[in-house]
């Protein structure tokens, strides 16, 4: 099956800074999803692109899509220290964008430093 | 609040003693589903749902059972429990704009 692999695996940077994440995956999918998890806990939905969309804006996020490269970027602006956390994306390829399964990528752990 | 539960939050069991993880949701979503997360291997899809008495398999759905009588509740029913089953267990459900709310996640250890 599918699967976003993500790059880097563990970044670390000083608040203030942008941190950028990338995901990459298999196959055509209908929307590519960005999660946040902090340690241990449930996993918190920050942003959906879909397919037809090439950017997209949230707060002091933005996300990039590139279906052509089967690929996706999720920044963060001006850092903060409380942006420490895993960031995941997620792949909804179902058929007929019946919605629901996702495929995860192994995250990315995102350390910001005061 | 709009909200996925799940309990218990954490336990600690033995092989082969039957458990359940009961999983509920407030948003009248019709999908649901349950993953677990293992150090290395991300979160997986274990079992979903599409609607009441509707379940189909995930990709790892050996050793777990599901049930969906009513549409709030999603229970996760390992029947009999081996310690490859120890894992973080987090249970979602859909929102009409197909981004998944995750519940707080449950701990499971079987010795």
């Known amino acids: 099956s599918q699967q976003g692999e993500e790059d880097p695996q563990a970044l670390s940077i000083q608040e203030g800074e942008n941190a950028t994440m990338n995901c990459s995956y298999k196959t055509s999918i209908n929307n590519l999803q960005w999660y946040r998890q902090n340690s241990g806990r449930g996993l918190v939905h920050l942003i959906l692109?879909?397919?037809?969309?090439r950017e997209k804006h949230s707060g002091r996020l933005r996300v990039t899509l590139d279906t052509s490269k089967k690929s996706s970027s999720l920044l963060i602006t001006a850092s903060r220290a409380a942006d420490t956390a895993s960031y995941f994306c997620?792949?909804?390829?179902?058929?007929?964008?019946?919605?629901?399964?996702?495929?995860f990528g192994q995250g990315t752990e995102l350390s910001v430093k005061p | 609040e709009a909200q996925v539960t799940q309990n218990p939050r954490y336990l600690i069991t033995v092989t082969g003693k039957k458990l359940t993880v009961t999983c509920s949701q407030n948003?009248?979503?019709?999908?649901m589903s349950w993953y677990r997360q293992d150090p290395g291997l991300g979160l997986r899809q274990i079992y979903y749902s599409m609607n009441v008495e509707v379940t189909d398999k995930g990709d790892v759905p050996e050793g777990y059972k599901v049930s969906r009588k009513e549409k709030r509740n999603f229970p996760l029913i390992l029947e009999s429990p081996s310690p490859n089953q120890t894992s973080l267990y987090f249970c979602a459900s859909l929102s009409g704009g197909n981004e998944q709310y995750f519940g707080p996640g449950t701990r499971l250890t079987v010795t």
């Open positions: 692109i879909r397919s037809n969309e």
């Open positions: 997620a792949t909804d390829a179902t058929r007929y964008n019946q919605g629901g399964k996702l495929i």
């Open positions: 948003m009248n979503h019709e999908y």
